[in-house]
């Protein structure tokens, strides 16, 4: 009776260790691309939300004649989406050079993104997409079992064709470094 019961207890700890694992892949950042709809070469479709300030944002009417990168971060506030956001900040400058519009897009209301925005002196848009329809329609994967709101960066052209698509949850200031090197081959 004991042995079956430690071949029990080892079956279900080697199934919460492969539950973990994959979990882990997907916290990580480690999710396959395959299931997003707005992929490389297509082009972006109609984006109007509202702004931090309330106001409508109509992406094309914003980015004639820009380049656009658009970030889809998962909460205003938290640890990594504030390190995200204060290096897309920091590194403004080198945005404008490049002609590039920088915008950010997640689920939380106006007011979080005004909050957001004010306490860490964000120099650019942050759009709400309340009930996540943009993410949506974009395709943007969810991490850890779906619980986790995916971070997916897009660098758009002129033209508003996806010129590349940088997909990692943990390597938050890699999307600045991946945006800006994409920008500066397109230039």
Do not use: W
């Amino acid at each position: 009776m004991i042995k079956y019961k430690n071949y029990i207890i080892h079956n279900r700890m080697y199934l919460i260790v492969c539950l973990l694992l994959l979990g882990g892949c997907a916290l990580f950042g480690h999710s396959k691309d395959n299931n997003m709809k707005i992929k490389k070469g297509d082009t972006i479709p109609e984006i109007i939300l509202p702004d931090q300030n309330g106001n409508s944002f109509d992406l094309k009417k914003e980015a004639v004649g820009k380049n656009i990168v658009l970030f889809f971060y998962p909460k205003d506030d938290s640890p990594g989406c504030t390190k995200e956001a204060c290096s897309f900040r920091d590194q403004y400058a080198d945005f404008m050079k490049a002609n590039a519009l920088v915008i950010g897009i997640s689920g939380q209301s106006v007011k979080s993104h005004k909050k957001f925005t004010e306490k860490y002196h964000l120099t650019y848009t942050l759009l709400s997409d309340e009930g996540n329809k943009i993410r949506k329609m974009f395709g943007v994967p969810t991490n850890f079992f779906g619980l986790l709101p995916g971070r997916v960066t897009y660098i758009i052209d002129k033209n508003g064709k996806v010129r590349d698509i940088f997909n990692s949850q943990t390597q938050v200031q890699e999307h600045v470094k991946h945006a800006l090197s994409i920008l500066n081959q397109m230039n």
